[in-house]
């Protein structure tokens, strides 16, 4: 069971601001999520899921980059190419 | 009081492409953002696609480093937010790394050998880069290029067995050494090594610096570390646990804003990459000779001593080059390069492969055969070091002793010369009559004037003690 401390500090950990009364709330539909995942563990067919399915790789061959115009086309502001952002440290 | 450090040592592998995704990792003279697509940059619905070059280099690190590998590893997401890392979080491994429990041996303080524990290596992605612009408009703000976002990385963790700053500067060494003899990294790109480093007092609370860059940088931030640790002991205050930053402009450790509790990363499975089972591949792993078996191989095949030995395979394009110009006299050969063409090299802040082993091979030719003298090969070093510091083409050592006339005075000459000297100087043949010991030397240094340097004074001087032993007889 999660409590409400623990939503507390996932939604901290997440960066989503939540208010008080809404904890309860979450609170309730996070344990109502995770029940779904006992409903889960209790199906046979689930198994290991598929072992087999291992090394999917990639060879180190050079595909083109996005033109810097699209890179940058989302972004709320820039300087130069540089994508411009909350000051950190 | 005794120092305990242990080392986190992120490498850049030298491959073309991200861990993730096709974008180049050869970014250098590129503006920002410019090697980015919809994986590196995040975009909703992208996948990452695992190079499957970062992995075997990856496995030849953990091979050489006498490492275990896993049957099966995976990757996991490492959870915070941060403006360098788009996706909200880093792919990483966490629980169950690509190998585990190696051994590097070093050489202790002491010049014995000791064994530096391994504890693992894992394969990360890096994050992208800040820049913090300075000026009044700007305060508020970073500014992000994700160029770097996804560049392949292995972390390489070491057990707290360090003793030292300079230790932790031997282990490095013989690390980035090893990297680059396995040929999966270069050393010289910007931000090709980072370093975190765990150092404790025994007894005392243990502080974690973070992101020194430089292999300088590590000695200094340990050794300012342990006298801030000491001073503070010697004060009776106990040891903060914390994160500390350190400045390498400054030469020292900044504590960093409160991040005191452990943050929870909530690693878990990355869903979006399958494991790994590539244990079987260290069978189609070849390693290259490394530096230990270099070194025993140069003292015994070129019969160099152990130090010169050391020197030249402490960098792997320096044991190139030492093996292409060794030739016929391979002890000669050791000591230019090791005694004389280092130092040059370092004088001018000039790179090893900036010096073609052609001409330096000329260069030994006229030393070898005694056509210059060890002053005037040094003569020429220095012009054709300098023409290539200044962006000319070099010159042929033989072409710039010919052009200088720096070729050893024939026998002729030099009697010529000492006959010429001696009758100059009546007053130093008579002072060397009355037994004055200084007056031969006079007269060698006059003669060596005389032949600015091409002749050894040991010649002269034998030719003009003749002179003057005939002209008493
Ligand atoms: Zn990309």
Redesign the interface.
Same mark, same amino acid.
């Given at each position: 069971m999660i409590s409400e401390r623990e939503v507390e500090?996932i939604a901290k950990?997440a960066?989503i601001r939540i208010q008080k009364e809404e904890l309860g709330e979450f609170t309730v539909q996070f344990n109502a999520i995770l029940e779904y995942f006992d409903v889960l563990d209790r199906v046979e067919a689930a198994g290991e899921g598929r072992a087999d399915?291992?090394? !999917?790789?990639?060879?180190?061959? !050079?595909?083109?980059?996005?033109p810097?115009e699209d890179?940058?086309a989302n972004a709320g502001?820039t300087?130069?190419?540089?994508?411009?952002?909350?000051?950190?440290? | 009081m005794k120092v305990i450090i242990g080392l986190e040592i992120h490498c850049q592998l030298n491959?073309?492409?991200k861990l993730f995704?096709?974008?180049?990792t050869d970014y250098r003279d590129d503006?920002?953002?410019?090697?980015?697509?919809?994986v590196c940059?995040a975009l909703p619905g992208a996948l990452p696609?695992?190079?499957?070059?970062? =992995?075997e280099y990856a496995l030849r690190v953990a091979k050489a480093l006498n490492l275990e590998v896993a049957e099966?590893c995976e990757f996991s997401r490492k959870?915070y937010?941060?403006?360098d890392l788009p996706k909200g979080y880093q792919i990483t491994q966490y629980d169950r790394p690509l190998a585990e429990r190696g051994v590097v041996e070093i050489e202790a303080d002491d010049g014995t050998p000791k064994e530096v524990r391994i504890t693992r290596i894992h394969l990360e992605e890096d994050p992208g880069r800040? =820049?913090?612009r300075s000026g009044r408009d700007r305060?508020?703000?970073?500014?992000?290029?994700?160029n770097r976002s996804g560049i392949p990385l292995i972390e390489i963790v070491t057990e707290p067995d360090l003793r030292s700053p300079k230790e932790a500067r031997r282990f490095l060494n013989k690390l980035r050494n090893t990297l680059e003899y396995l040929e999966v990294f270069d050393g010289e790109r910007e931000g090709a090594i980072r370093v975190d480093a765990n150092i404790s007092l025994v007894g005392h609370n243990r502080v974690e610096c973070k992101n020194i860059s430089s292999y300088k940088g590590v000695e200094k931030a340990l050794t300012f570390e342990i006298t801030r640790q000491k001073n503070q002991i010697a004060r009776g205050h106990e040891i903060t646990r914390e994160t500390r930053h350190f400045n390498e402009g400054r030469g020292i450790t900044m504590s960093s804003r409160s991040k005191e509790e452990e943050t929870?990363y909530?690693y878990f499975p990355e869903p979006d990459?399958?494991?790994?089972? =590539?244990r079987d591949w260290l069978d189609d792993i070849t390693l290259p000779e490394l530096p230990d078996a270099r070194k025993a191989r140069f003292v015994a095949q070129y019969g160099i001593s152990h130090n010169h030995a050391r020197t030249l395979t402490g960098d792997m394009k320096l044991a190139n080059f030492y093996e292409k110009v060794a030739g016929d006299d391979p002890v000669l050969a050791a000591t230019w390069v090791a005694d004389t063409l280092l130092g040059e090299l370092n004088y001018r802040d000039m790179k090893i492969d900036r010096v073609p082993p052609a001409h330096f091979a000329d260069l030994l030719a006229l030393v070898r055969v005694d056509a210059i003298t060890d002053r005037s090969g040094v003569d020429a070093l220095r012009t054709m070091l300098d023409e290539g510091a200044a962006g000319e083409e070099m010159e042929l050592p033989s072409a710039v002793v010919d052009r200088f006339g720096l070729r050893k005075a024939a026998g002729d000459e030099f009697d010529e010369v000492a006959a010429q000297v001696v009758e100059a100087h009546p007053d130093a043949v008579a002072d060397y009559h009355n037994g004055k010991g200084g007056a031969l030397n006079f007269l060698v240094g006059q003669a060596m004037r005389e032949t600015r340097g091409r002749a050894d004074a040991r010649d002269l001087g034998r030719r003009i003690k003749e002179l003057l032993e005939n002209k008493e007889a």
């Open positions: 500090s950990l960066d399915l291992v090394n !999917v790789f990639r060879e180190d061959e !050079v595909r083109p980059s996005l810097v890179v940058l502001s300087e130069e190419t540089f994508i411009k952002g909350p000051r950190v440290m | 491959t073309d492409t995704c096709g974008c180049s503006p920002p953002n410019t090697h980015v697509c919809p940059l696609r695992l190079n499957t070059k970062a =992995v099966e959870n937010f941060y403006p800040l =820049v913090h305060a508020g703000y970073s500014l992000v290029d994700y929870d909530r990459l399958r494991p790994l089972r =590539v």
